[in-house]
């Protein structure tokens, strides 16, 4: 990969360790610089309060304005219109903030906004909830200002409220299904597909592994995701490819060759497909 910015969670920031803080846009686009790809080692849940322009996460591109709220897992690909989104608040945090207190590692997993395959990353809300959520943040804002350690508990319970009133409004939003015991299978099968894509192209492999059929990973997985689990792979092939063509220096037949593509060519059919340019083309910035 290029030198793309990375930024650590800074600690100590109010003295002793804290793991969540909420920073103003319009502060942190002084520290950006005016190309603003980055990543961060620490999730984050954004709110626009005021300008309209792009924010693209790992290559996907959304158009934002007021009352948008977007969210990001760590290491994830970030660049943002700095000109014209003017201002909003980055709810920002460290795993270890939440599940020190939940004691459940898999709390993280279940939120829909932070599931590692979701389709979206955007949210938008109504008035009522933007209010809601506005008010929240200013209330963690606040706590973090008179920041004492005994402040930890109340600041745990807001961000759980926050995350929680997200996550409901999510999954109406984006009519995602509650989850049920047969979704263990579909989130088992999004953690796999995440760790061996680049390898592993075909369901059977991942069928194996949960020692279920094709067939019903497939149902199970679409009726979670609306889309098929072949299409799951896919695009997630697709988004880093994108990521590799636009961010490193790659040639395509490396490209295809760390993605486990049988041949270069198959690769392009492959990507042309589905983006309708080719690799080159993409790289180039050229559109279909």
Not at 58 to 82: A, C, N
Not at 122 to 149: A, C, M, W
Not at 203 to 232: C, D, F, H, M, W
């Amino acid at each position: 990969m290029k030198n793309i910015p990375k930024y650590d969670f800074y600690k100590t920031k109010y003295g002793g360790e804290l793991l969540i803080d909420v920073v103003e846009l319009e502060y942190i686009k002084n520290y950006l610089p005016k190309q603003s790809l980055h990543t961060l080692t620490y999730y984050d849940v954004t709110l626009i309060t005021e300008g309209e322009g792009f924010f693209k996460i790992d290559g996907t591109t959304h158009h934002v304005k007021p009352m948008d709220m977007l969210f990001s897992l760590p290491y994830q690909l970030r660049e943002w219109d700095i000109e014209n989104i003017t201002n909003g608040y980055a709810l920002i945090f460290e795993e270890e903030f939440l599940l020190s207190f939940f004691n459940d590692p898999h709390f993280m997993d279940n939120i829909s906004y932070f599931r590692k395959n979701r389709n979206n990353s955007r949210l938008s809300l109504s008035p009522v909830e933007f209010e809601q959520v506005n008010t929240l943040i200013q209330q963690i804002k606040h706590e973090i200002d008179g920041y004492t350690v005994k402040n930890k508990h109340i600041l745990r319970a807001l961000l759980y409220q926050v995350l929680i009133l997200l996550d409901r409004t999510f999954t109406e939003q984006h009519n995602i299904p509650p989850n049920n015991d047969k979704n263990t299978y579909v989130d088992s099968f999004l953690k796999l597909v995440s760790f061996d894509f680049h390898k592993y192209h075909a369901v059977q492999y991942y069928a194996e592994k949960l020692y279920i059929t094709p067939n019903y990973l497939n149902e199970l997985v679409k009726r979670e995701t609306g889309i098929s689990a072949k299409q799951v792979i896919q695009n997630k092939l697709i988004i880093e490819s994108k990521k590799l063509l636009l961010y490193s220096n790659l040639t395509i037949v490396e490209i295809s060759e760390r993605l486990s593509f049988e041949t270069p060519s198959y690769f392009i059919r492959f990507f042309r497909k589905r983006a309708r340019c080719t690799p080159l083309q993409f790289r180039k910035g050229e559109k279909p």
